[in-house]
Every structure is written in C-alpha cells, then in structure tokens.
C-alpha cells in the first residue's frame, strides 16, 4: 500500500469517526492532505471504495491485535477484548469506526452496510468461541459488543471516560 493511500485512510478514518461518512468528502480529506482531490480519487474511485477501505483495515488491525493479546494463552479473551475497545476509544476519544458507520447504516451504500455488519458479526463469533459456543455463549457475545459499543457512545458524547469502564466492570463482574 502507497504512503498516500495510508494517509488518506488515516484522515478519512479519524474524519468519519469524528462526523460520520456523510460528513467526509474527497474535497476535505484533499485539502486537509495538502493535495488535488483528483489524488484521493487516484486512490479510491468512490466514497464506497473508501468506506470499504476503511472497514477493511480497521477490521483487519481489531482481529491481529486481538489474536497477538490473546496469544500467549493466559490472558482471558473477555478482558482482552474490553482493552481493545477501550484502547480504540481512548486513542482518539472518538466512536468505533464501524459503530459510527452501524449507526449510519439506513443511508450507507448496501456493500458497506454488509462490511460492517460482517465486522460485529465477526466481533459476536470470536467471543461466542471464547465464551463456548453455544446459543447462550452467542447471546452474551452479542450482548457484550453491544454494551462496549454503548458505552463508547455514552462516553464519547458526555466526555466521560468513567462510564465505559463502569460499563466494563459490569461485564467482568462474576455472574
């Protein structure tokens, strides 16, 4: 992957995780680059090919840290996930790029919209392994992901750090 495509993701990424996507042009992610829209266009054909772009990395950085976190056999696969999340939230003190993009997904292009649900699916499937795989495994998986995403939605918008970790402890908390 080229330089620019790399820091046309970095700016288009922290821009729809800050505004969401309909809020991110090639014009702006151009002018913040210093460069020709025709450039960012080089790159990526359409705003669709960029969102693509976008999810696929993102996905692909979530899933090799999670497996590296995981790696060594003692670190519980619960607590690694949190870490992930809160690590994504407190590194840019914005939403998940694909919760962002999930909660734009009525006016999102149907490949992208497929992506991100691929993403939480595949969010549901890794704990739901963790966890055990059966149908109650599944159902705290997916209830898992959604209170992480929840709780960095509260705390982005209240600016408030404290609400996902309460969020966390509640997850970790014995049964």
């Known amino acids: ?17 800050m ?9 702006d992610l151009a002018a913040d680059l210093g460069i020709k ?11 669709e090919d960029l969102g693509l772009a976008l ?3 993102y996905s692909s950085r979530f899933f090799e840290t999670l497996e590296q976190t995981v790696s060594d056999g003692k ?8 870490k992930i999340y809160r690590h994504a939230l407190v590194s840019s003190d914005r939403l998940c790029l694909c919760g962002m993009l999930g909660a734009e997904a009525a006016g999102l292009p ?3 919209n497929t992506v991100v649900a691929a993403f939480f699916q595949a969010n549901i499937d890794w704990l739901a392994k963790a966890f055990g795989k059966s149908d109650a495994a599944r159902a705290r998986a997916a209830y898992t992901v ?11 918008s209240m600016k ?9 402890d509640a997850l970790l908390a014995p049964a």
């Open 1 to 17: 992957m080229t330089a620019m495509r790399e820091k046309v993701l970095d700016k288009a990424e922290a821009a729809v995780r």
């Open 19 to 27: 505004r969401g996507y309909h809020a991110v042009s090639f014009r």
């Open 37 to 47: 829209s025709a450039s960012v266009h080089y790159h990526f054909r359409q705003k």
């Open 55 to 57: 999810v696929e990395r």
């Open 75 to 82: 670190t519980d696969p619960l607590i690694a996930f949190c």
């Open 110 to 112: 149907n490949a992208l």
């Open 146 to 156: 959604g209170t992480l995403q929840g709780a960095m939605m509260l705390a982005t």
């Open 160 to 168: 408030d750090i404290t609400l996902f970790d309460h969020a966390v």
